[in-house]
């Protein structure tokens, strides 16, 4: 009996790349289904919902460019605004009878013979199936997999311990001893909060964030109205914000002196809400602007100064039953730690088990560097594609551009190969090594690699292999219309 194909294409995570990958998998007709191991759709605005938790980008900007969203509250919106703008896209594209929820997938195996991946499910009642899938898209992402510091003794701590991208909503803060390990982009935004209702709160500070005023008025009424009523002012509005996003790319790739300005205003910031010298020099950053993501708060500075908040710098040695201690002796008595230290950008793929051709394995292939072409697809993985992965993250504007750039690629890749009557696409492996050695020749010129930090942007060898090296309408345009020689397709359709 001859293995049948259960689905055209099997799609994994439903946030804005899965959701966006659905709507234009609907739209061409094709049989599919999404794969989410949660109860409900949104991706990490599902997952992150910490205290003061919202987006960085501007609202008119993250969003689908075929789907706008005239409702924003205000400048950057809040997780809870984009997951509601998410399940209205669900329901609007009738997408919820194609999603499968609680299935997590627990290994992908790629059968030559069959020009297929066999997927294994695990559902949320214990039960673990199989799937045929004729291709697979894997909407991920990288801000997925949370990172927990390896703290010795940690796990005597008889206190709270929360990540914040696995916020219990019934957490209080209240007359409580809090810590927070991390001062990126999450921990800007959380500390604030915690900071007025905790009894102390201490934040646990490896390297200091360059933190920049945030411009974020309300959207009136009478604006909103005129969105809804006047699409064209939206679109203009967007195309602003897009233009001045495009403008920083340089800054960042090839010119990173130009954030000196940028700098200015971030110190200029730090000395109008500090006023303590010694805790200003702490929270002085010693690299250029960029190298790390810069946030933007106008709460944080004023929450590091108030009269019940620490800033510790002396790395955490141990932990113990009440708390953690530092390498300086001091010891830190807690009842809740807070961990905002981001996530594993690669674990998301390596807890699939991904068997590709001959039996390699993406975790051994990517153990030493990671090998793709565009972020999209890798040698040796036929109809297998990849949505926001290596090397298609931005610093400067919205990733959403860059997904439906995927989404569009994908696609043109998907048709093509049906229209040969191939049965498998790949990139040729040939072209993947130059390809690759390009954006290490630009991302050396960047200030994620010259700007005298270390950062999740880079791998162990210090090598980019988050962000693209380059403007959203370069990428936007080499996708558009790729090059179809450097796929290879194969087999046939009997």
Known sequence: MSVRV????????????????????????????????????????????????????????????????????????????????????????????????????ERMTYDEGLAAWHVTVATGTGEVRQLVAGAVALGVGALHEPVIPQIPGIESFRGEMLHTAAWDPGTTVVGKRVGVVGTGCSGV??????????????????????????????????????????????????????????????????????????SKAALAHIRSAVKDPQLRAKLTPDYTMGCKRATMS????????????????????DADVTGVTTADGTVHELDLLVFATGFDVTGSYRHMNITGLDGHTLDTDWADDIQTYYGVTAPGYPNLFFLLGPNTVLGHTSVVLMIEAQIGLITKLLDERDARGATAVQVRPEIVPAHMQQLDERSAQSVWESGGCTSWYLDDEGRNRTLWPGSVGEYERRLGRPELVDYEFTGSVS
């Open 298 to 317: 106008n709460s944080y500075y004023p929450a590091l100064a108030a009269d019940n908040v620490t800033v510790e710098t002396s790395p955490i040695q």
């Open 189 to 262: 935004q959380v500390i604030p909060p915690l900071a007025e209702d905790a009894r102390h709160l201490t934040v646990f500070q490896r390297t200091p964030a360059w933190v920049l005023p945030k411009v974020d008025p309300a959207y009136p009424d009478w604006l909103i109205d005129q969105y809804e009523k006047r699409p064209w002012l939206m679109k203009a509005h967007r195309s602003k914000l897009r233009a001045a996003g495009d403008v920083r790319v340089g800054a960042f790739t090839k010119q990173p002196a130009a954030l000196k300005a940028a």
């Open 6 to 105: 259960d689905h055209e294409l099997v799609i994994v995570g439903s946030g804005f790349s899965g959701i966006g990958m659905a709507i234009a998998a609907k739209n061409r007709g094709r049989d599919f289904i999404v794969l989410e191991k949660s109860d409900e759709i949104g991706g990490t605005w599902r997952d992150n919902r910490y205290p003061g938790c919202e987006c960085d980008v501007p609202s008119h900007l993250y969003s689908f460019s075929f789907e706008l969203n005239p409702y924003w509250s205000k400048a950057y919106a809040t997780a809870d605004e984009i997951q509601d703008y998410l399940l209205y896209c669900v329901e609007k594209y009738e997408l919820r009878e194609h999603i499968r929820f609680g299935n997590s997938v």
